[in-house]
């Protein structure tokens, strides 16, 4: 077992009378990527921001690095990279200058920065935009130069907030690679997604929040095994959505998500060839995902806030 780098015991966050984060628990060993899963609002950000030390908590115990987390504490800073949700970069400044001011800010010398800009853009695959301003760069150019600004310091940590929302495939493979590449350092990841192929792909344990509250936490497989049968039937319809009396008479647990139907069981191949028989319907057999977990466990209702 890896040393354990955070500690939250009760942590709580509130905004006027609504708790944002209700006296959560969880751990994390260093070296690990541990991703939290939550629809919208669920309080991702705002546990993520405390444990950055920019967001107050209002109760419980929260320890990084064995130092209890208070604003503003250098020491702690300098050990975490930090991705926000929004990138906050400067957009008076080019790509490199971006990166200067960070590495002036932690005291590298001239011939330091020199060499630690060059090889983050390498790193971001930003070397041939050094010299572009940054409202010149598209969504994952910016991305990829927030994930470079934040390992400037060769942090133990990196918290990534949504890391590739709204990139394209070919940005998020190439962020997915550069974060596996951390990690195999030793970095710990700490990383909020609403992707679930991501957080599968990236995150040894998981935590998935609902409403301020812990849901489960557990490694992927884990969650998947105990949370949902091993095999998922997709049906659809083009003309419409499926209807549950439909499929009354065939076995296996049914649910409506969006316009399709899905059918969660163990060995479904043969309900597979009956749903093929009937005119109309297109289906799909898949093993069961993360996403089949999330959606059982927060619901399938859109989430705007609390
Ligand atoms: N500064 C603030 N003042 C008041 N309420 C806030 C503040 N920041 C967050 N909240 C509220 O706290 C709750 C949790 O927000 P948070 O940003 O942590 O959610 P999230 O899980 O990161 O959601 P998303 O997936 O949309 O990013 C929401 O209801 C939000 O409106
Ligand atoms: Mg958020």
């Known amino acids: 077992m890896h040393p354990t780098i955070i500690v939250a015991s009760n942590l709580t966050k509130r905004y006027g009378e609504t708790v944002v984060v209700d006296g959560i628990d969880f751990e994390v060993g260093q070296g690990e990527c541990f991703g939290f899963l939550g629809p919208n609002g669920a309080g991702k950000s705002t ?23 208070v604003p503003e504490d250098s020491v702690l ?3 975490m990279g930090i991705v926000p949700q929004d990138n906050n970069l400067d957009v008076d400044l080019e790509v490199g200058e ?4 960070y590495c002036r800010y932690f005291g ?7 060499e630690k800009i060059e090889q983050l853009l390498a790193f971001a695959q930003l070397s041939d935009r050094r010299y572009t301003p940054v409202t010149k760069l598209s969504g994952g150019m910016m991305r990829r130069l927030v994930i470079a600004r934040a390992l400037v310091a060769q942090p133990k940590m990196v918290i990534l907030d949504e890391p590739t929302t ?9 962020i997915w690679q550069r974060l596996a590449k951390l990690r195999e350092t030793g970095v710990t990841l700490l990383l909020t997604t609403h992707y ?28 998947i095994s105990r949370h949902v049968e091993p ?6 319809n083009r003309d419409g959505m499926p209807s549950l009396e439909d499929f009354a008479d065939l076995p296996g647990r049914k649910e409506q998500v969006g316009d399709t139907l899905t059918i969660h069981g163990f060995q479904l ?8 028989q009937r005119a109309g319907y297109a289906c799909l057999l898949r093993p069961a995902n993360l996403e089949d977990v999330f959606l059982r466990l927060t619901g399938h209702d859109l989430r705007e806030g609390l």
């Open 166 to 174: 709204g990139l394209d495939p070919q940005a998020r493979h190439l």
């Open 231 to 236: 095999e998922v039937l997709e049906i659809w």
């Open 98 to 101: 971006n990166l200067d001011v």
């Open 108 to 114: 590298l010398s001239a011939r330091e920065r020199e």
């Open 269 to 276: 191949e043969t309900v597979r060839q009956l749903v093929v």
């Open 77 to 79: 800073a300098a050990q």
């Open 196 to 223: 679930m192929e991501e957080a599968a792909r990236l995150c040894d344990r998981l935590l998935i929040l609902n409403r301020g509250c812990i849901l489960d936490q557990g490694s992927p497989e884990d969650l």
């Open 47 to 69: 546990t993520m921001r405390m444990i950055m030390g920019l967001t107050p908590r209002d109760g419980g115990r929260l320890e990084v690095f064995g130092r209890d987390v």
